[in-house]
């Protein structure tokens, strides 16, 4: 297979399974992973980012399997400590898990960009490939329900997705600038394909894209991409894409998310022929990462596709 920079664009839990298999496959300095900071928020009095977190604690070998966030051998004293004084607990924190948001919280308050701090905790625990936001500016998903705007972590967290989302808007966005790595790396001629990991379309990969020169960028960079869907056996395997798309009044299909990315896809990897009316070129391949295995299968399977697009 050819060498050269595999860009991948990922949220939290689904697209981090991707981006360790393609961690297992390529060398570190052939991955560069673009994390969404759209759910990134402010919990008390620290500065908390999910998706960028459930990466670096994936791609380290710290996630826990158990609740698919967080760390593994988590011990929970400061949550029972807040719950007993009367404090906010409805976004669970670790003890382990809390040190790094207070590192974060200690260091960006410094002036430190979340780049540089995220490139220094992935070091430190031991990660390879390079994980970057995809802006250093804040940017926060919003979702309105029907009695109103809310912020992204009390619709997922705190009203666990019950509220029924009309619409999303990603503030901020507008003024922040991509991640001068991301854009140097996408811009040098040397990215041989971009992935976009089975992450949810709306709140994962959008903002993303949305991220002002991002995207045109991607669509410039020279090489192909190709998405995974996050659709398999016509239903979302975890969190609450497939329940959006039907609030928000579009079949729940991976022809679906094809076509929220457009004509930025060169190819669509799918676990079932037919899965609609899908304008780019489909490869069809089991999808569900279940095992290490599986995640590495899925890398090759979407290195490989890639390939045969260039
Ligand atoms: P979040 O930010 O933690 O919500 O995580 P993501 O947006 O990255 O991932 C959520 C999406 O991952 C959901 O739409 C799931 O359907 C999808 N997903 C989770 N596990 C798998 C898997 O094994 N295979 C595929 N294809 N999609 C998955």
Redesign the pocket.
């Known amino acids: 297979m050819s060498s050269g920079l595999v860009v991948a664009l ?8 991707l981006a360790l298999g393609l961690s297992r496959v390529l060398s570190a300095d052939e991955l560069l992973v673009v994390a ?1 900071t759209g ?1 990134d928020f402010e919990h008390l009095g620290l500065s908390i980012c ?2 960028i977190d ?1 990466l670096t604690y994936v791609l380290a070998g710290l996630d826990n399997p158990v609740t698919g966030w967080g760390r593994r051998d988590e011990t929970w004293s400061f949550m029972e400590t807040i719950t007993a004084l009367g404090g906010e607990d409805w976004f669970r924190l670790g003890d382990r898990d809390l040190a790094l948001h207070v590192e974060r919280t200690k260091r960006l308050a410094a002036g430190h960009s979340l780049s540089q701090i995220t490139g220094d905790v992935c070091r430190r625990l031991g990660v390879g490939p390079r994980v970057l936001p995809m802006s250093d500016d804040p940017v926060r998903t919003r979702v309105r329900s029907d009695d109103g705007w809310i912020d992204f972590q009390d619709y997922f967290v705190r009203q666990q997705c019950r509220p029924v989302v009309r619409q999303l808007a990603f503030t901020g966005v507008a003024d922040a600038r991509p991640q001068p790595e991301v854009m140097a790396a996408l811009g040098g001629g040397r990215v041989r394909a971009v992935v976009i ?4 379309p709306f ?2 990969i959008e903002p993303i894209l949305s991220v002002p020169g991002l995207r045109a960028a991607i669509e410039n960079c020279g090489a192909p991409v190709v998405a ?5 056996g016509g239903r ?4 609450p ?1 497939a329940k959006m798309m039907q609030e928000l009044g579009l079949a729940v299909s991976s022809a679906t998310v094809a076509a929220r990315y457009g004509d930025l896809l060169d190819g669509y990897v799918v ?1 079932a022929a037919g899965s609609g009316d899908i304008k780019t070129k489909v490869h069809v391949a089991p ?4 095992t290490l295995e599986d995640r590495e299968a899925l890398a090759r399977t979407v290195l490989t596709f890639a390939h045969s697009l260039t």
Do not use: E, F, Q, R
């Open positions: 990922s949220g939290g839990v689904g697209g981090a399974k969404n759910d999910p998706d459930t990991c089975p992450s949810n709140i994962s995974v869907s996050p659709i398999v979302a395997v975890k969190g894409t676990d999808t569900l990462m279940t």
